[in-house]
């Protein structure tokens, strides 16, 4: 179990997501290639990276209210690369999705303000990583954010 400064952290670092996105890719126009390189072809380019986050930013809140409303409910796993070509990332207008992002990390943000402390041990089932208590799964909204900020950080270092 977390410590409360540890729980407040994580919804820092949950609401900070969409300034550290724009930091980031602040100046680029929409227009600019630079969105569709892709350095390593078993990962996103920039443009599908923020689509990505901006699909996750309405699967983190469901999880968690499942989470909250049911018992031990179970999450299905994701498929990200499906994701991309069902919801066509690809075609997605960069500056689009980061406005998506900050318009539902707003949610996701209320949300985890807004739950009872002793709620944060609720359990859900999730795919390879068993049973997660609403806690790891609010961790793991900030750990898959980390991973893809890192990534937008090594992408725009390779390509500028």
């Known amino acids: 179990m977390l410590i409360p400064m540890m729980r407040q952290r994580i ?3 949950v609401a900070g997501t969409p300034d550290t996105l724009e930091a980031l890719l602040k ?10 390189k892709r350095p390593d072809p078993e990962r996103f380019t920039l443009r599908e990276i923020l689509a ?12 968690l209210q499942r989470t909250l409303a049911e018992d031990n409910p179970t999450h299905v796993p994701a498929n990200p690369g499906q994701m991309a070509i069902d919801n066509n990332y690809a075609a997605i207008d960069p500056l689009a999705s980061l406005a ?3 318009d539902r990390r707003a949610g996701l943000v209320a949300l985890l ?20 208590t609403f806690e790891e799964q609010a961790a793991v909204v900030v750990i898959h954010d980390s991973y893809h900020t890192s990534q937008i950080a090594q992408w725009l270092r390779i390509l500028s």
């Open 11 to 13: 919804k820092t670092a």
């Open 27 to 36: 100046g680029i126009d929409a227009a600019d290639p630079i969105w569709d």
């Open 52 to 63: 990505h986050l901006a699909d996750y930013d309405l699967m983190w809140p469901a999880r």
């Open 100 to 102: 998506t992002i900050r």
């Open 113 to 132: 303000h807004d739950t009872n402390e002793d709620l944060w041990q609720r359990t859900a089932r999730w795919g390879e990583m068993g049973t997660v």
